[in-house]
């Protein structure tokens, strides 16, 4: 079994950070991408940012140059650290990650069951 655990959100002030993780664990292989998104009420969920196993990065242009988005493969853990935050950043994070499961030929998708980001004014 596989399970995806995101932890870091919070109530923050506008222009401050915070630093959100998400650690894969399980009967787990490798794992190639792993990726961040965010839902905000009444909106679609969209990218934030990925990041390969080799460290190339994606970034949604909303957060280019705020948004850092990490990962140490040794713990299967991601990171994002966000700073100069603003009240539209307000969203629900989730964590996902292409994994390969012990003995498994392709990867299967896994999501975390989301973290609370709120951004006040």
């Known amino acids: 079994q596989v399970q995806v655990v995101e932890s870091g959100g919070g109530l923050v002030q506008a222009g401050g950070s915070l630093r959100l993780s998400c650690a894969a664990s399980?009967?787990?292989?490798?794992?190639?991408?792993m990726g961040w998104y965010r839902q905000a009420p009444g909106k679609q969920r969209e990218l934030v940012a990925n990041?390969?196993?080799?460290?190339?990065?994606n970034y949604a242009d909303s957060v280019k140059g705020r948004f850092t988005i990490s990962r140490d493969n040794a713990k299967n853990t991601v990171y994002l650290e966000m700073n100069t935050l603003k009240p539209e950043d307000t969203a629900v994070y989730y964590c996902?990650?292409?994994?390969?499961?012990?003995?498994?030929?392709?990867?299967?998708?896994?999501w975390g069951q989301g973290t609370q980001v709120t951004v006040s004014a």
């Open positions: 996902n990650a292409d994994i390969y499961r012990s003995g498994a030929y392709f990867p299967q998708l896994y």
């Open positions: 399980g009967s787990i292989s490798s794992i190639s991408r």
């Open positions: 990041i390969t196993s080799y460290g190339s990065t």
